[in-house]
């Protein structure tokens, strides 16, 4: 059943460009992609419920024909009715589900797939546009949201066109209570609505307090290490303490809201039925209605409760849905930095000098260059030597002779590669974390292993190049990652390469022989590599050394010394 829920999606390729413009155009738009499954639900939702409004009508007719003297054929036959509607409405409730859970599996694997195609597009700009919380609590409670609103779509369409058919049946039997009916369930329904707003405004603040505890955590996590090397794990726990309190007060205010509508659709629907009931009873005395007029009207009422119960679900769910989604467009509006430019210049083949004229940062084609900067200036150097965007007036880097701002994205993408501490390893395979989809030399594994000296890393895994690695690389320490984050740089053999401190968390045997080896690898291609290592510098063809000043972007260029 799952290969045909997701079929229609097929590759994220093939999904088209989501509304962003609002949370219900984002709602319609996946609703408008792939309608088969909403409508099937909708269908099956309604035979479902039918049946279900039905059936107390059936019966009172089968009551009334037990007590008259025509015989017992009418008693048989309306019984019969009545098993029929039952089997429908099995059959019917069994492909309900089938079609419900194929409409919240297409919400949820598209959502997936536009909001995984966002990020890959926003790439490092994302970080400095959104929380990683916020990112993350989109990527699991947003989307399960947006998935729940449609599995309940179908359900609420049938108890609605049930609700309908028995107010008319009613009316036609007895037009007092058919008014009455008409007149109390949609009161009952609107009952619930002044709830809404309250709840979607709770829904909200404990969404945003869930993704500021979701990024503490990982900030937390990430840094774990260093927060007991320094004595700061304590203080870090308190103020996580302090903020999971806060999303727990925020979630227990949704919570009394959410009781508080839930209540409502018990006690409102409740009073409908009571005063139809006592209604009923009423004109059964005065001989308005028989006896078996009288439990078809109960038993019709005692069902109005579902329908309202079910709107009220409905109600609830899309106000969840609605807050999701308003998420998700937030994200979906985020804009990379890099804009592709009209008339994108060609980079020259082979290997790519590296060129800032603000900086006096200068790097031969094919060269191996050390660039010494102070610990924090490196980020932000890495930054404006490869990032387009992180130039906040004239762009003063060029790749070959090429502005970076004038470069096509894709090009440049494919031939720069920057690679730092900020870089993790994915779940899965060591081989597939390193080669990714694409096609590598014979060897070329093994070379870039081995220049990284990360041999001994893969040969210490059970099961080698196919074993299993968890996100982040959990099991392996700080200085097995860094070796294999840099053996998966050096595989993909960019014609310009920029390293940030890639032997930091490696001690000095080790670095020596990772100096030497990527040396040897990438003669002929550009690497630039920002350290204060001195076995990096004594390696390289070229050093430049940065002073504290001037800060990126300004136009003094004294600051770069080379030797």
């Not at 309608?35 to 107390?56: C, D, E, F, N, S």
């Not at 949820?108 to 993350?136: E, F, I, W, Y």
């Not at 790519?352 to 010494?372: F, K, N, P, W």
Request: overall charge neutral.
């Amino acid at each position: 059943m799952s290969n045909r829920l997701f079929d229609a999606s097929v590759a994220p390729a093939s999904v088209p460009e989501a509304e962003a413009s609002g949370p219900w155009a984002y709602l319609w738009w996946l609703a408008r992609i792939r309608p088969r499954p909403l409508l099937l639900a909708a269908l099956l939702g309604v035979l479902w419920m039918v049946p279900l409004a039905l059936i107390p009508l059936v019966l009172g007719r089968a009551i009334d024909e037990a007590g008259a003297a025509t015989g017992q054929a009418g008693l048989y036959l309306w019984s019969l009715a009545a098993l029929g509607l039952g089997l429908l409405q099995a059959v019917a409730g069994a492909g309900l589900i089938q079609a419900a859970v194929g409409a919240e599996a297409h919400a949820l694997s598209v959502t997936h797939r536009v909001l995984v195609r966002q990020v890959v597009r926003l790439g490092a700009t994302l970080r400095g546009k959104a929380r990683s919380g916020d990112v993350a609590a989109s990527a699991s409670a947003d989307v399960d949201s947006i998935g729940n609103a449609f599995e309940v779509v179908g359900r609420t369409i049938g108890a609605v066109v049930a609700a309908v058919l028995v107010a008319v049946a009613l009316t036609l039997t007895s037009p007092v209570l058919g008014l009455a009916v008409l007149i109390g369930v949609p009161a009952a329904v609107l009952g619930i609505g002044p709830l809404l707003r309250p709840l979607q405004e709770r829904d909200e603040a404990q969404r945003e307090q869930m993704g500021i505890a979701t990024s503490q955590a990982g900030d937390i996590v990430a840094g774990l290490r260093i927060l007991r090397g320094i004595g700061g794990e304590a203080r870090f726990a308190e103020r996580f303490r302090r903020t999971s309190q806060q999303v727990r007060r925020a979630g227990e205010s949704a919570g009394r809201m959410e009781a508080w509508l839930q209540a409502a659709g018990v006690f409102l629907p409740g009073l409908v039925t009571v005063g139809i009931v006592w209604l009923g009873a009423r004109l059964a005395l005065n001989g308005t209605i028989t006896a078996g007029e009288l439990v078809a009207f109960y038993g019709a009422s005692a069902f109005l409760t579902l329908p309202v119960s079910t709107a009220t679900e409905a109600a609830e769910t899309l106000s969840l849905a609605k807050v999701a989604a308003g998420r998700v467009c937030t994200l979906l509006r985020l804009t990379p930095e890099t804009v592709r430019p009209e008339d994108p210049a060609p980079l020259p083949a082979g290997a790519l000098a590296l060129a800032d004229a603000d900086t006096g940062v200068q790097a031969a084609a094919g060269r191996l260059t050390v660039i010494t900067a102070p610990a924090d200036r490196v980020g932000d150097l890495a930054d404006r030597l490869s990032r387009p965007g992180a130039h906040p007036g004239p762009c003063a880097v060029r790749i070959g002779g090429v502005p970076l701002d004038r470069a096509d994205p894709d090009e440049l993408s494919a031939r720069l590669l920057r690679s730092g501490p900020a870089d993790i390893l994915f779940s899965g395979t060591v081989r597939e974390e390193l080669t990714g989809a694409s096609a590598r030399p014979p060897g070329a594994l093994d070379r870039a292993l081995s220049a990284a000296d990360a041999t001994d890393v893969v040969e210490a895994l059970p099961g080698g190049l196919d074993a299993w690695l968890d996100e982040g690389g959990r099991a392996l320490s700080g200085g097995q990652r860094q070796r294999l984050v840099l053996a998966r740089a050096l595989l993909a053999a960019p014609d310009l390469l920029i390293l940030e401190d890639p032997t930091a968390s490696v001690d000095a045997h080790t670095e020596a022989r990772i100096v030497e080896r990527v040396a040897a690898l990438r003669a002929g291609r550009t690497t630039v590599v920002l350290t204060d290592s001195p076995l990096w510098r004594a390696a390289a063809d070229h050093v430049v050394r940065l002073d504290a000043e001037p800060a990126p972007g300004a136009t003094d260029r004294s600051a770069g010394v080379p030797s």
